[in-house]
């Protein structure tokens, strides 16, 4: 049977197009078994029998058994002063999507990247762990980070991977320190208790000098630069109980987004009879003089500043820098009520650390929704730079009713309400020292939540020692609890003080 020309077309069209059909598939499946493959870890496996490639603290070593895959496996050996971090920094390409996994087993594994987060597991045999992530449009390198806890037992590593396109850069260590440094010595041993409520867990090395030379239990007062119905003082004048003083509060930089300038407010210079700046700084100086830091809060209710992209994230560490250098404040304080950025935010304070060095101050001053979950922006704000972090005073006012840890509700104003919602923050991977109550001086310095000054003490007995607790006890106790803090100084002075004159004394006796 003789084929047309028209069949003999369509024949030729059909082969044709099946052709190219073929050759489409193929190469789709080329390039993704290339980018399957395209693991960016070196050394993953630790089969070179030895931690080429990887920077790690002293006595992890390569074994050879428990392995997940191959003949070796990494083991981190955690000490009362490290978490046994081993690190490696990749050379990786901005606004890309990548996929960290690695097989760990033992207890308080964590998995990271350092700017960005992590995840963990306790774990008696090899558990697959994954962390996704995304980096910013300046990122071209990472430093991926692997540890257990302190003082707790080994943890062994295998087949560590980072998936997604490979870099074009030379690997620069990315914020954050890939060297744990030892705790602090008011950091207690015990490892905190893991329970089904957090879904982060801390990044990794506490700061020995963290937070310069502050007590072991400070209180904490806001000093207004305004003039609102509460007493006004000179900054030298705050009652000597107060260990750090906040300066309320540094104002938006329009001429350069993220960024922020400090004054004395012309309504309290006239308060006061006249306040230069010369007499300003002159007072940090003073309180400087008698052991106290001072540090410039930025936001407060009406704040408008906003940290979200790489340009303003270095605006806001350079000007406040400026500012450290300027008046001689000792670090920042973040009291952002409109929204925050937890990754730059997060990079904003770590290029603020680089440039201050390890004495700065750092504290956030969430409201309470901000940490009811390890979630929400703040929560993962601190979590992000708790290496570099010295404090969080959140706010126990003006919250209503809120979730405690044990899922229960409660009300402010009472030592359920301060104990049970300090455990969120204590069991979501905040270190004990790293957690503050902060509280109202008076009924007239917020429109809700005034605990007296006693319950605040039986609350920081509760979580301290485990006594003096309301219906609500924590599962542990939190010795190294590191204090209060009261909005604001000036409502304090207005009310004699009963603050002060009543937290502080109790504070020194706790253990």
Known sequence: MAY??????????????????????????????????SNLVINPGFEAGNLSSWSCDAGDVTVSTPVHSGAYALQVTPSSSTTGQCTQTVSV??????????????????????????????????????????????????????????????????DVALLGPAGSSTPTPTPGGPTPTPRPTNTPTATPTPTPRPTVTPTPTPCTSCGGSLPKHVLTGYWQDFVNGAATMRLSAVNA?????????ANADS????????????????????????????????????GKKVIISVGGQNGTISVSDSTSATNFANSV?????TYGFDGVDIDLENGINPTYMGSALQQLSSK????????????????????????????????ILTLVNMQYYNSGTMLGCDGNVYTQGTENFLTALACIQLQGGLRPDQVGLGLPAS???????????????????????GTNCGSFRPSTTYPAIRGAMTWSISWDASNSYNFANTVKPHLNSLP
Do not use: E
């Not at 350092?114 to 910013?136: D, E, H, I, K, P």
């Not at 109980?241 to 509060?249: G, M």
């Not at 820098?321 to 250098?325: A, K, S, T």
């Open 4 to 37: 047309s020309h028209r069949h003999f077309s369509l024949i030729v069209v059909t082969v044709l197009l099946v052709i190219a059909s073929v050759a489409v598939s193929l190469s789709f499946m080329h390039s993704t078994k290339i980018f399957a493959a």
């Open 255 to 290: 001429a350069h987004p993220g960024g922020v300038t400090f004054s004395i407010d012309s309504g309290l210079s006239s308060a006061l009879g006249g306040y230069s700046a010369a007499q300003f700084t002159s007072d940090i100086a003073t309180l400087h003089s008698q």
């Open 443 to 465: 009924s007239s310095a917020a429109s809700g939540g005034y605990t007296s000054p006693s319950v605040v003490n039986a609350a920081l007995d509760c979580l301290a020692t």
């Open 241 to 249: 109980n107060y260990d750090l003083i906040a300066v309320a509060f």
């Open 321 to 325: 820098y400026g500012l450290m250098q």
């Open 356 to 387: 201050a060095g390890s004495r700065l101050i750092i504290t956030l001053a969430p409201q309470t929704i901000d940490m009811q979950s390890t979630s929400s922006g703040y929560f993962q704000l601190a979590l992000n730079i708790k290496n």
């Open 93 to 158: 390409q901005p606004n890309t999507a990548y996929t960290l996994s690695a097989y760990l087993d033992g207890p308080y594994a964590y998995l990271g990247v350092n700017g960005y987060g992590n995840t963990w597991t306790s774990s008696s045999s090899y558990t697959q762990l994954t962390y996704a992530f995304t980096t910013t449009s300046s990122t071209t390198s990472v430093t991926l980070y692997l540890h257990g806890w302190y003082a707790q037992a080994n943890v062994y590593v295998d």
